[in-house]
């Protein structure tokens, strides 16, 4: 019996130890295909002006705190303004309704109703600066610089570049007189850093209560 089970693991080891040599065999030779593809276009965007609007965005504390007390609602509400005056024609154009505590959730109506739409997410509120670390900052963390070909500021990374982005390509797209086939929609949270309970838990709910999908 004893004979027979080490017989056993034996074949079992044996063909570990094959198939093991066909996958190393096999990842040896294998060779990435790359397809042919057109260049983009380069697209006209004002690469200086897309800076100066995103440090200005870094300018507003919208911070949040594990604490709801410590929050500045003034904040949140003057960013929601400089992003009215800053995007027009996407204020002009999309359907905007502020949602929870703070949150934007904005509709871009498609020509064909029939297609699903898309969801397209980010977030404006930043996390505290530690304190006592406020200056080891390259530059103030809410002063919103642009030096030496960077834009400093804390949310410059995280997320108000996602925010902006998402904005700045809408705002392009509608200057080129650009109509999505299906809908788009653009949902920037205001407390995804404490767990999104009034921005995106909220916008989720209003979609499905609509029926969107």
Do not use: C
């Not at 359907?95 to 739409?117: C, H, I, K, M, N």
Request: net charge neutral; aromatic share 6%; glycine share 12%.
């Amino acid at each position: 019996m004893g004979i027979r089970i080490k017989r056993i693991a034996l074949a079992v080891a044996l063909g570990l130890v094959l198939l093991l040599t066909a996958l190393l065999v096999r990842t040896a030779r294998f060779t990435s295909r790359q397809l042919p593809s057109e260049p983009a276009a380069q697209l006209p965007v004002d690469t200086a002006a897309a800076a100066e609007r995103l440090a200005g965005s870094l300018r507003f504390r919208t911070i949040s705190f594990e604490d709801p007390a410590q929050r500045e609602e003034e904040q949140f509400a003057a960013l929601r303004e400089y992003l009215q005056v800053s995007f027009p024609r996407v204020h002009g154009a999309l359907g905007r309704e502020v949602v929870g505590q703070g949150a934007l959730l904005y509709t871009w109506s498609g020509s064909d109703p029939s297609l699903r739409p898309i969801l397209l997410m980010g977030h404006m509120d930043v996390v505290p600066v530690e304190p006592g670390t406020e200056g080891q900052w390259t530059h103030p963390p809410f002063a919103g610089r642009i030096a030496d070909g960077y834009v400093w500021g804390r949310g410059a990374m995280d997320d108000k570049l996602g925010v902006l982005g998402l904005l700045e390509a809408a705002e392009l797209l509608l200057v080129q007189g650009h109509q999505p086939r299906r809908t788009i929609y653009l949902a920037f949270g205001a407390d995804e850093e404490v767990g999104g309970a009034e921005g995106a838990v909220r916008i989720a709910s209003l979609l499905a209560s609509r029926g969107v999908g």
